[in-house]
Protein backbone atom coordinates (compact mmCIF):
# COMPACT_ATOMS: atom_id res chain seq x y z
CA UNK A 1 0.00 0.00 0.00
CA UNK A 2 1.26 2.83 -1.22
CA UNK A 3 1.93 5.64 1.39
CA UNK A 4 3.04 9.78 1.00
CA UNK A 5 3.64 11.73 4.06
CA UNK A 6 4.45 15.03 3.63
CA UNK A 7 6.19 17.46 6.32
CA UNK A 8 7.98 20.96 6.41
CA UNK A 9 4.83 23.05 5.69
CA UNK A 10 4.32 26.16 7.60
CA UNK A 11 3.38 30.26 7.72
CA UNK A 12 6.67 32.48 5.92
CA UNK A 13 6.48 35.83 5.35
CA UNK A 14 6.85 36.83 1.75
CA UNK A 15 10.98 36.16 0.69
CA UNK A 16 11.38 33.33 3.08
CA UNK A 17 11.75 30.06 3.11
CA UNK A 18 10.66 26.34 3.61
CA UNK A 19 11.75 22.97 2.69
CA UNK A 20 9.05 20.22 2.44
CA UNK A 21 9.65 16.38 2.45
CA UNK A 22 8.14 13.54 1.81
CA UNK A 23 8.45 10.56 3.18
CA UNK A 24 7.01 7.32 0.88
CA UNK A 25 6.12 3.50 1.57
CA UNK A 26 4.65 0.37 0.84
CA UNK A 27 6.43 0.68 -2.75
CA UNK A 28 10.05 0.80 -4.25
CA UNK A 29 10.60 4.38 -3.95
CA UNK A 30 14.13 4.64 -6.01
CA UNK A 31 11.98 2.63 -9.04
CA UNK A 32 9.75 5.83 -9.58
CA UNK A 33 9.35 9.54 -10.38
CA UNK A 34 7.86 11.79 -8.07
CA UNK A 35 6.40 15.61 -7.89
CA UNK A 36 5.26 17.91 -6.16
CA UNK A 37 2.11 19.22 -7.03
CA UNK A 38 -0.26 22.69 -4.60
CA UNK A 39 -3.69 23.67 -4.90
CA UNK A 40 -4.40 26.97 -3.78
CA UNK A 41 -7.97 28.14 -2.55
CA UNK A 42 -10.43 27.78 -5.06
CA UNK A 43 -8.06 26.79 -8.05
CA UNK A 44 -7.04 23.20 -9.33
CA UNK A 45 -4.24 21.10 -8.31
CA UNK A 46 -1.25 22.37 -10.23
CA UNK A 47 1.94 20.20 -11.21
CA UNK A 48 5.09 22.36 -8.80
CA UNK A 49 7.98 20.31 -9.99
CA UNK A 50 8.69 16.41 -11.15
CA UNK A 51 12.38 14.39 -11.05
CA UNK A 52 13.03 11.46 -11.94
CA UNK A 53 13.33 7.80 -10.41
CA UNK A 54 17.59 8.79 -10.12
CA UNK A 55 17.40 12.45 -9.77
CA UNK A 56 19.02 13.09 -12.80
CA UNK A 57 15.97 15.29 -14.47
CA UNK A 58 13.87 17.37 -13.13
CA UNK A 59 11.03 19.97 -14.39
CA UNK A 60 9.19 23.19 -12.66
CA UNK A 61 6.47 24.98 -13.87
CA UNK A 62 6.98 28.04 -14.51
CA UNK A 63 6.45 30.04 -11.70
CA UNK A 64 8.08 28.73 -9.35
CA UNK A 65 11.30 27.99 -12.07
CA UNK A 66 14.76 29.19 -10.12
CA UNK A 67 12.92 29.34 -6.65
CA UNK A 68 11.79 26.40 -6.22
CA UNK A 69 14.47 22.95 -5.87
CA UNK A 70 13.33 19.52 -6.01
CA UNK A 71 15.62 16.53 -4.88
CA UNK A 72 15.12 12.97 -3.78
CA UNK A 73 17.18 10.68 -1.38
CA UNK A 74 15.95 7.19 -2.71
CA UNK A 75 18.40 5.68 0.69
CA UNK A 76 15.60 7.67 2.60
CA UNK A 77 12.73 7.15 0.16
CA UNK A 78 12.51 10.92 0.46
CA UNK A 79 11.57 13.53 -1.96
CA UNK A 80 11.97 17.05 -0.84
CA UNK A 81 10.88 20.26 -2.12
CA UNK A 82 12.80 23.81 -1.36
CA UNK A 83 11.21 26.69 -1.57
CA UNK A 84 13.37 30.03 -1.95
CA UNK A 85 12.03 33.47 -2.23
CA UNK A 86 8.28 32.40 -1.51
CA UNK A 87 5.73 34.83 -2.60
CA UNK A 88 1.93 35.63 -2.00
CA UNK A 89 0.69 33.60 -4.62
CA UNK A 90 3.04 30.61 -3.52
CA UNK A 91 0.29 29.81 -0.64
CA UNK A 92 -1.45 26.57 -0.65
CA UNK A 93 -1.55 22.63 0.24
CA UNK A 94 1.14 21.45 -1.01
CA UNK A 95 1.25 17.13 -2.16
CA UNK A 96 3.27 14.70 -2.83
CA UNK A 97 2.90 12.37 -5.54
CA UNK A 98 3.78 9.05 -7.33
CA UNK A 99 2.62 9.65 -10.88
CA UNK A 100 2.70 5.87 -11.70
CA UNK A 101 -0.31 4.71 -8.92
CA UNK A 102 -1.97 7.88 -9.15
CA UNK A 103 -0.92 8.36 -5.11
CA UNK A 104 -0.85 11.17 -3.31
CA UNK A 105 0.07 12.67 0.19
CA UNK A 106 -2.65 14.25 2.78
CA UNK A 107 -0.52 17.54 1.91
CA UNK A 108 0.57 20.14 3.69
CA UNK A 109 -0.43 23.47 4.26
CA UNK A 110 1.84 26.57 3.13
CA UNK A 111 0.86 30.08 4.12
CA UNK A 112 2.60 32.93 2.77
CA UNK A 113 1.98 36.20 4.47
CA UNK A 114 3.22 39.38 5.73
Known amino acids: QVQLVESGGGLVQPGGSLRLSCVAS????????MSWYRQAPGKERELVAG????????NYADSVKGRFTISRDNAKNTVYLQMNSLKLEDTAVYYC???????WGQGTQVTVSS
Open 26 to 33: GFTFSYYA
Open 51 to 58: ITRTGSFT
Open 97 to 103: SVPHFGS
